[in-house]
């Protein structure tokens, strides 16, 4: 059984910050209460992730909100998750869609490219991703995109739009208004003592974008 994907809210990225799998599934619990429309695991370093990622589904299925594994579509096909999220080298949409099956959520990473998005929808992408725009902890490195990029999306793309990296409920607004309908951040909330907080400083965001577009006429 698989959840929509959202068109708009937060979507919270797991950070590797927790010791125990059960000191990550009570910061998701606590990003699912402060309104987290979204969770992705997301794990960089040794764990037991499929104990890990197990926990974060139960936690997800309770709240009625997708689960996206990053990167392991193996993983994601294991535990039963809504779908993986996959970056430029973890494999194609096609062989992602074959092994989760018609109904999963396949999100693609399209860093500043517009043209890799609109492929990405026709290849059969649920969602596509850009970023980062700002600096950000989890892939300093990482090239910056553009709000015109999101601009050019919004226009050209029929898919929910996310954009990442180094988010804030202080830059996030711009994002949203330039065409972003869903906000991706790992730090600001599960890098944050109370993740529920953290995510509930974010919700102000959408509520205040939905009104401008409802006076656009959007």
């Known amino acids: 059984m698989h959840t929509i994907f959202p068109t708009r809210g937060l979507y919270a990225i797991t950070a590797d910050k927790h010791n125990t799998p059960e000191e990550l599934v009570a910061s998701v619990r606590d990003a699912l209460r402060g309104g987290a429309a979204v969770i992705q695991y997301r794990v960089k370093t040794p764990r037991d992730r499929l104990t890990e990622a197990r926990l974060v589904l139960d936690a997800c299925r309770a709240a009625g909100v997708p689960l996206i594994i990053n990167d392991d579509v193996e993983l994601a096909a294991e535990i039963g998750a809504d779908g993986v999220h996959l970056g430029r080298d973890d494999g194609s949409l096609a062989a992602a869609r074959a092994r989760l099956g018609a109904g999963a959520i396949l999100g693609v ?4 490219s517009v043209d890799r998005a609109i492929e990405a929808e026709r290849e ?24 015109e990029t999101l601009r050019a999306a919004r226009l050209r793309l029929n898919l929910p739009i996310v954009a990442i990296g180094g988010i804030t409920p202080a830059n996030g607004g711009a994002l949203l208004e330039a065409g ?14 109370d993740p529920r ?17 409802s006076a656009r006429g959007a």
């Open 197 to 213: 907080i953290a995510a509930e400083r974010f919700l102000p965001l959408f509520a205040l974008e939905t009104g401008r577009r």
């Open 180 to 193: 972003a309908g869903l906000l991706a951040v790992i730090d600001a909330v599960f890098g944050a003592d």
């Open 124 to 147: 059969g992408a649920s969602y596509v991703a850009f970023g980062r725009f700002f600096p950000s902890l989890s892939k300093p490195g990482a090239p910056l995109a553009r709000l």
């Open 109 to 112: 990473s399209c860093y500043d």
